[in-house]
Protein backbone atom coordinates (compact mmCIF):
# COMPACT_ATOMS: atom_id res chain seq x y z
CA UNK A 1 0.00 0.00 0.00
CA UNK A 2 1.49 3.61 -1.07
CA UNK A 3 2.11 5.84 2.10
CA UNK A 4 -0.64 8.76 2.38
CA UNK A 5 0.94 12.16 1.89
CA UNK A 6 -1.13 15.29 2.54
CA UNK A 7 0.76 19.45 2.36
CA UNK A 8 -0.87 21.98 5.17
CA UNK A 9 -0.01 25.48 6.28
CA UNK A 10 0.01 26.58 9.79
CA UNK A 11 -0.91 30.50 9.70
CA UNK A 12 0.47 31.90 12.53
CA UNK A 13 0.05 35.52 14.41
CA UNK A 14 2.01 38.08 16.39
CA UNK A 15 -0.12 39.48 19.46
CA UNK A 16 2.07 42.19 21.97
CA UNK A 17 4.69 39.61 22.85
CA UNK A 18 3.35 36.46 21.69
CA UNK A 19 2.83 34.04 18.85
CA UNK A 20 -0.55 33.10 18.09
CA UNK A 21 -1.14 29.87 15.75
CA UNK A 22 -4.90 28.90 13.93
CA UNK A 23 -5.75 25.08 14.40
CA UNK A 24 -8.78 23.32 12.54
CA UNK A 25 -11.14 21.07 14.15
CA UNK A 26 -12.71 18.43 11.65
CA UNK A 27 -15.79 18.49 11.42
CA UNK A 28 -18.56 15.21 10.91
CA UNK A 29 -19.94 13.61 13.87
CA UNK A 30 -16.89 11.50 14.78
CA UNK A 31 -14.96 14.68 16.09
CA UNK A 32 -18.25 16.40 17.34
CA UNK A 33 -17.12 15.87 20.99
CA UNK A 34 -13.43 15.25 20.88
CA UNK A 35 -11.29 18.44 21.77
CA UNK A 36 -8.02 17.70 23.50
CA UNK A 37 -5.87 15.32 20.79
CA UNK A 38 -8.11 16.27 17.64
CA UNK A 39 -7.40 19.73 15.97
CA UNK A 40 -5.13 20.02 13.37
CA UNK A 41 -3.49 22.14 10.70
CA UNK A 42 -5.79 22.96 7.82
CA UNK A 43 -3.91 20.10 5.42
CA UNK A 44 -5.26 17.68 2.22
CA UNK A 45 -3.86 14.59 0.70
CA UNK A 46 -1.36 15.69 -2.76
CA UNK A 47 -2.60 14.68 -5.65
CA UNK A 48 -0.16 13.28 -8.93
CA UNK A 49 2.33 15.18 -9.65
CA UNK A 50 0.94 18.17 -7.38
CA UNK A 51 3.27 20.67 -6.32
CA UNK A 52 3.09 20.19 -2.16
CA UNK A 53 3.07 23.44 -1.66
CA UNK A 54 0.15 24.13 -4.05
CA UNK A 55 -1.39 21.33 -2.33
CA UNK A 56 -1.54 23.03 1.05
CA UNK A 57 -2.49 26.34 -0.22
CA UNK A 58 -5.36 24.64 -1.86
CA UNK A 59 -6.31 22.49 1.47
CA UNK A 60 -6.03 25.69 3.24
CA UNK A 61 -8.58 27.68 1.30
CA UNK A 62 -10.87 24.65 0.48
CA UNK A 63 -11.33 24.24 4.46
CA UNK A 64 -11.25 27.96 5.54
CA UNK A 65 -12.16 29.94 2.72
CA UNK A 66 -8.87 32.37 3.92
CA UNK A 67 -6.00 32.99 1.62
CA UNK A 68 -2.65 32.54 2.44
CA UNK A 69 0.17 34.57 1.25
CA UNK A 70 3.95 34.62 1.25
CA UNK A 71 6.37 33.88 2.33
CA UNK A 72 6.00 30.39 3.38
CA UNK A 73 8.47 29.09 5.92
CA UNK A 74 9.34 25.18 5.56
CA UNK A 75 7.88 23.39 8.82
CA UNK A 76 9.68 19.67 7.23
CA UNK A 77 7.96 16.65 7.39
CA UNK A 78 6.22 14.32 10.22
CA UNK A 79 4.79 10.56 9.93
CA UNK A 80 1.75 10.10 11.84
CA UNK A 81 1.06 6.72 13.93
CA UNK A 82 -1.33 5.88 10.48
CA UNK A 83 1.94 6.35 8.54
CA UNK A 84 0.57 8.82 6.54
CA UNK A 85 3.25 11.81 6.04
CA UNK A 86 2.43 15.74 6.14
CA UNK A 87 4.67 18.55 4.99
CA UNK A 88 3.78 21.48 6.02
CA UNK A 89 4.76 25.29 6.09
CA UNK A 90 3.76 28.40 8.51
CA UNK A 91 2.60 32.00 7.16
CA UNK A 92 2.18 34.85 8.90
CA UNK A 93 -1.98 36.20 8.56
CA UNK A 94 -4.97 37.09 10.74
CA UNK A 95 -8.24 35.77 10.51
CA UNK A 96 -11.38 35.80 11.86
CA UNK A 97 -12.73 32.53 12.95
CA UNK A 98 -16.20 33.69 12.83
CA UNK A 99 -15.40 34.18 9.18
CA UNK A 100 -15.08 29.97 8.38
CA UNK A 101 -16.46 28.99 5.21
CA UNK A 102 -15.11 25.72 5.00
CA UNK A 103 -15.94 22.57 1.65
CA UNK A 104 -18.32 19.74 3.04
CA UNK A 105 -17.62 16.14 2.47
CA UNK A 106 -20.75 13.49 2.16
CA UNK A 107 -20.80 9.95 4.24
CA UNK A 108 -23.74 7.83 5.16
CA UNK A 109 -25.19 8.61 8.48
CA UNK A 110 -26.40 7.21 10.67
CA UNK A 111 -23.93 4.15 9.56
CA UNK A 112 -25.72 1.54 7.57
CA UNK A 113 -28.81 4.14 7.39
CA UNK A 114 -28.54 4.19 3.60
CA UNK A 115 -28.71 8.31 4.20
CA UNK A 116 -26.37 10.45 2.84
CA UNK A 117 -25.52 13.52 4.87
CA UNK A 118 -23.43 16.51 4.70
CA UNK A 119 -20.67 17.63 6.81
CA UNK A 120 -17.73 20.72 6.63
CA UNK A 121 -14.39 19.42 6.59
CA UNK A 122 -13.56 21.63 9.50
CA UNK A 123 -16.25 22.71 11.73
CA UNK A 124 -14.16 25.30 13.28
CA UNK A 125 -11.28 27.77 14.11
CA UNK A 126 -9.34 29.09 16.87
CA UNK A 127 -6.65 30.89 17.81
CA UNK A 128 -4.14 29.20 20.01
CA UNK A 129 -1.17 30.10 22.16
CA UNK A 130 2.08 27.27 21.37
CA UNK A 131 1.62 25.34 24.97
CA UNK A 132 -2.48 25.00 24.10
CA UNK A 133 -1.97 24.53 20.73
CA UNK A 134 0.17 21.39 21.53
CA UNK A 135 -2.23 19.76 23.79
CA UNK A 136 -5.17 20.31 21.09
CA UNK A 137 -3.26 19.29 17.86
CA UNK A 138 -3.09 15.37 17.16
CA UNK A 139 -0.22 14.42 18.79
CA UNK A 140 1.68 13.73 15.55
CA UNK A 141 1.19 17.09 14.49
CA UNK A 142 2.79 19.12 17.58
CA UNK A 143 5.95 19.06 16.74
CA UNK A 144 5.12 21.63 13.70
CA UNK A 145 4.49 24.31 16.12
CA UNK A 146 8.04 23.54 17.72
CA UNK A 147 9.53 23.90 14.76
CA UNK A 148 7.71 27.34 13.73
CA UNK A 149 8.64 28.57 17.27
CA UNK A 150 12.35 27.98 16.76
CA UNK A 151 12.41 29.15 13.55
CA UNK A 152 10.84 32.36 14.37
CA UNK A 153 13.44 32.28 17.22
CA UNK A 154 10.86 32.43 20.09
CA UNK A 155 11.10 30.44 23.23
CA UNK A 156 9.21 27.27 23.87
CA UNK A 157 6.90 28.06 27.06
CA UNK A 158 4.05 30.68 25.92
CA UNK A 159 5.20 31.39 22.28
CA UNK A 160 7.04 34.54 23.64
CA UNK A 161 8.67 36.56 21.20
CA UNK A 162 12.32 37.92 21.85
CA UNK A 163 12.56 41.50 22.99
CA UNK A 164 13.03 43.92 20.66
CA UNK A 165 17.06 45.43 20.32
CA UNK A 166 17.80 48.05 22.38
Given at each position: MATIRSAGLLMFRRRASAVEVLLAHPGGPFWVRRDEASWTLPKGEIGPDEDPLAAARREFLEETGFA????????GELRQKSGKRITAWAFEGDADPALLVSNLFEMEWPPRSGRMQ??????????????????????GQAPFVDTLLRTLGVERGAGELPAAPA
Amino acid sequence: MATIRSAGLLMFRRRASAVEVLLAHPGGPFWVRRDEASWTLPKGEIGPDEDPLAAARREFLEETGFASTPPFLPLGELRQKSGKRITAWAFEGDADPALLVSNLFEMEWPPRSGRMQSFPEVDRVRWFDPDEARHKLIAGQAPFVDTLLRTLGVERGAGELPAAPA
